[in-house]
């Protein structure tokens, strides 16, 4: 079993500049994603080397790979962890099968999960997700559908709208829950960073070419099978994203593609018991931190996204804030004081955007309330927002008893799809807070595996049989 001095869990722009600035700094690090490519969702690599792709995050993505491949970095991708154990060992499993680590110090960037607050019909078949096209589009080089519906709130409808166009499809609307004058007081935030303006204006462009029809204000209500096709109906809203009265519209489409913001990743830190809060801004639960990044437990380190939502620019300079952090813990604090502070100013300018576009994001307590009883919430286990109060009236008063009853999270993705929903919905069902009802408790393994996966090829001439134990 190896040892390393840190241990960094996820490769996206957080977790690399972390683990790059450890290892200059003369730590031995390994770093551990899923993914084959490092890059996270942002700077996601394509799936075949000889795609040709253009953009400042393709060019960004490249020199964080780069950057990678010639550190000292023992980079471990496409390994899954299934699991990390209270004296900071992680078990991954990879191409070659299990690997287990030990490290003096564990940092944690695995990033987020996407919201989708649901809807009638939100579980047919070409329905997706922002963050699902989006790695259709930047990795797969794939249309969502020839003609698509963009749906939701936040910058990721202007991104996945944008490439659509630009890789040759067809975007029949974009309906947004936010209004203009939303968009409008962001405006100054947005000409603060002049490379995010810039790519803004790369995604909004085709937008804008293609004269495609933008509905702010308005929240999808139903999706409906119609032969191959699906049709779209969505609705005025108010400021909470509840619809309101006012004319209903129909569009026929191959794809329906929607997005309702992100949640931070938590289930790592929650499963190695630091203290986490709820924030309705930052997208979520999110573990306690002091300004290194360090949690409440000792040698526990977040950064990133699953820190709180400040978007990807914010995440590679608080990386590189809490990797020196790290070397300082367990080499001393060697490096100029202006190093550090270089970098903090660098986060703080980035964060401030961040906050701004997470906010857009941020659930909205209408939509929740508007959710149709018989509409399934949990997909896996097939629970119903009519169950979910149900449960809340039979004394349910924490998600963990929910679970307990209804089998709400109890599927493979353990509740980081139907979690913050569900929690929604019983919270204002009991007319409590957030914090009250709390949180699913993680569970070993983190990630859905196969017996078959974690053992290989074995049939049972491979059991070893003891000896007979003499009479």
């Given amino acids: ?103 003096h110090m564990l940092l944690v960037a695995t990033g987020t999960t996407e919201r989708v607050v649901p809807f009638e019909g939100w579980t047919l078949p070409g329905v997706i997700g922002l963050a699902a096209a989006t790695i259709l589009l930047k990795s797969q080089r794939t249309l969502p559908g020839k003609t698509t519906l963009v749906a939701g709130c936040g910058p990721l409808l202007a991104a996945v709208a944008g490439g659509t166009l630009k890789a040759g499809g067809v975007v029949k609307a974009i309906v947004d829950i936010s209004s203009r004058s939303e968009w409008l007081k962001n405006a100054s935030a947005l000409l603060s960073r002049p490379a995010i303006f810039k790519q803004s204006l790369n995604y909004s462009l085709p937008v804008l070419r293609a004269r495609t029809p933008i509905y702010s204000r308005h929240t999808l209500v139903k999706v409906t099978a119609q032969g191959e096709q699906l049709l779209a109906e969505f609705a005025p809203c108010d400021a909470s994203a509840r619809p309101v009265t006012g004319r209903h519209i129909e569009i026929l489409v191959d794809c329906v593609v929607v997005g309702h913001g992100l949640t931070p990743s938590s289930d790592v830190t929650r499963l190695l018991h630091a203290k986490h809060h709820y924030s309705r801004a930052a997208g979520g639960w999110i573990a306690q931190t002091d300004e290194n990044g360090q949690t409440t437990r000792e040698r526990l380190f977040v950064a990133g996204d699953s820190a709180g939502i400040r978007g990807a620019a914010a995440a590679t300079e608080q990386g590189k804030r809490v990797g020196l952090a790290c070397a300082a813990l367990l080499r001393g604090d060697d490096s100029p004081a202006s190093e550090a502070q270089t970098i903090n100013k660098a986060w703080q300018q980035a964060a401030a955007f961040g906050q701004k576009m997470a906010a857009m994001m941020a659930l909205r307590e209408g939509h929740v309330t508007a959710i149709p009883p018989d509409t399934v919430v949990c997909r896996c286990e097939d629970v119903t927002r009519a169950e979910i109060e149900q449960a809340g009236e039979a004394g349910a008063h924490d998600v963990n008893q929910l679970k307990a009853w209804t ?57 070893p049989i003891p000896k007979a134990a003499p009479l």
């Fill in 1 to 103: 079993m190896n040892h390393y001095d840190l241990i960094v869990l996820g490769a996206g722009p957080a977790g690399v500049s972390a683990a790059l600035m450890a290892a200059a700094k003369g730590l031995r690090v390994a770093l551990f994603d899923e993914n084959e490519a490092a890059g996270g969702q942002v700077y996601r690599a394509p799936i075949l080397s000889d795609q040709k792709m253009d953009g400042s995050e393709v060019r960004t993505g490249e020199n964080l790979r780069d950057a990678l491949s010639r550190s000292n970095v023992r980079s471990f991708l496409g390994h899954v962890v299934w699991a990390v154990t209270g004296d900071y060992r992680v078990d991954a499993l990879g191409p070659e099968g299990s690997v287990s680590c030990t490290t």
């Fill in 407 to 463: 089998r709400c999270g109890m599927g493979p993705c353990q509740g980081r799809t139907c979690g913050d929903i569900a929690a929604e919905i019983l919270a204002t069902k009991l007319g409590v807070t957030r914090e009250t009802v709390g949180i699913f408790s993680p569970r070993t393994p983190l990630r859905p595996l196969t017996i078959s996966d974690m053992t290989g090829e074995y049939d049972y001439a491979d059991i």
